[in-house]
């Protein structure tokens, strides 16, 4: 990896509309640049399975596509597939038995569904075991959750809130599906939960399908609980997440700084060049010793490190502590509770919007978690939002910095500030240069 031509990882822009197979290729294209950019320490599949160190862990991953991408459903539903298929394969053979693979089910075989593409028995490092997952099916009931002062508020819209049956029975007939699906088989109800979540159009987490796919998995899962019933979202799901989220998010964690911090420091580096520029003037127009003129190496040295650097997201005073400013939803505390909204906002809720926020409210989870089942990814409600927004400029650009674990961050951070002291000298070398070149004019 080279000093000097060392780049992070292109920004990989969201193609519009609907994801597609073809879409996804395009991003698994376009990921092959960044192999060299990205180290194996920082894979997606260390990430995925919460090997790296923050700022590179999971749920740094899932913050930014929460607050900063705007599609953590992608990656919540890919935690939830790839444990629900461990815990499939983890049933006995009699039990499995009853919802066969989907290319094994009599009628037709959805395009692009290929059981094949998930193991017969569970493999604990594919699937991503080391997750710390909920198990859905236990899962208490939100009457039963440990109390807080918002109970009557529950159990007043449970009544009123759409049901999960509904919601799957209402997906099913837009796709022109009309029969039952088979309730003796294994995990049902959590697969119609999933549907509810996922799969249904306005659904909490609604996943950016095509009609077609949709068509595809829910006519599948009429049939069966299998995993395989899935392959076409988690073909479309993954490349997604390899192929562009995941690359944007190790270019987001380089940054040190946060969007006012760098652009304030991008500002001191160009005002150190401008400087640089008026005292070369100066000096060429006065009688002093050209020389003199020496004093401008230091200014435009500073101004195009600082710049360089800023440009990339860093902050050489931030990065000779190992550091890094916090995140605007982590300088809070932690954030949505039941308690913090008023009742126009509580009336907008759902059941398990509610009970979500109940869970990350008694569990102490920052903002909106990992689980399954819940709220929508939306952070309006959350109180750091009008926090921040009433937060001065002077303490936007200065917050509480945290240390950088990740040693191999560490690595990719010194290397870009190494670069822009390179970069910064082959510039600044010849300008002093040509600088000091000018025949003096005499007049200051």
């Known amino acids: 990896m080279s000093l000097l031509f060392y780049r992070r990882p292109d920004f990989v822009a969201k193609l519009p509309g609907p994801m597609e197979k073809s879409q996804c290729q395009i991003y698994v294209d376009r990921t092959q640049k ?3 950019a990205i180290p194996p320490e920082l894979s997606f599949d260390n990430i995925l399975q919460n090997k790296a160190l923050p700022p590179c862990a999971l749920q740094d991953f899932m913050d930014y596509l929460i607050y900063i991408s705007h599609d953590a459903e992608n990656l919540q539903f890919w935690i939830w597939l790839n444990a629900y298929s461990t815990r499939f394969y983890d049933m006995p053979a009699s039990e499995q038995a009853l919802s066969p693979p ?9 395009t692009g569904c290929d059981s094949r593409r998930l193991p017969k028995t569970a493999d604990k490092s594919k699937f991503g075991a080391e997750i710390h997952f909920d198990h859905p099916s236990s899962v208490p009931d939100p009457v039963q959750s440990p109390p807080f002062e918002k109970q009557s508020f529950i159990s007043g819209i449970a009544s009123t809130t759409k049901s999960t049956a509904d919601c799957v029975e209402d997906a099913n007939a837009q796709v022109g599906l009309k029969w039952q699906s088979f309730s003796v088989q294994p995990y049902r109800s959590e697969i119609d939960r999933v549907i509810s979540h996922y799969i249904a159009p306005g659904s909490p987490r609604e996943l950016n399908l095509s009609h077609k796919t949709r068509t595809v998995v829910l006519h599948a ?11 076409p979202v988690r073909e479309l799901v993954e490349g997604t997440l390899r192929g562009q989220s995941h690359p944007n ?7 040190n700084g946060n969007k006012p911090k760098v652009l304030f420091v991008r500002n001191i580096g160009i005002a150190h ?9 100066m000096l060429i127009l006065s009688t002093v010793s050209r020389w003199w003129r020496l004093f401008c190496f230091p200014l435009f040295f500073l101004g195009f490190s600082v710049g360089v650097s800023a440009y990339k997201g860093l902050c050489l005073v931030i990065h000779t502590g190992r550091s890094r400013n ?21 009336a907008g809720l759902s059941t398990d919007d509610v009970y979500s926020m109940c869970n990350r409210s008694v569990g102490g989870k920052r903002g909106i978690s990992m689980d399954t089942f819940g709220a929508g990814n939306s952070f309006d409600h959350e109180p750091w939002v009008e926090r921040y927004e009433k937060k001065p400029l002077l303490q936007r650009v200065y917050p509480r910095n945290i240390s950088i674990q990740n040693e191999t961050m560490r690595i990719l951070q010194d290397r870009i500030v190494w670069q822009s002291h390179l970069w910064s000298l082959l510039a600044s070398v010849p300008l002093t240069a040509a600088i000091i070149a000018v025949p003096r004019f005499g007049i200051l």
């Open 34 to 36: 960044h192999r060299k």
């Open 273 to 281: 060049v401008f400087l640089a520029i008026l005292l070369a003037v």
């Open 326 to 346: 916090l995140r605007p939803w982590e300088q809070f505390g932690h954030s949505a509770s039941l308690d913090s909204l008023d009742d126009d906002d509580e």
């Open 102 to 110: 989907w290319s094994a089910v009599e009628g037709a075989q959805p």
């Open 221 to 231: 899962l009429q049939h069966t609980t299998h995993p395989s019933a899935f392959s």
């Open 249 to 255: 998010f190790v270019r987001w964690s380089i940054c």
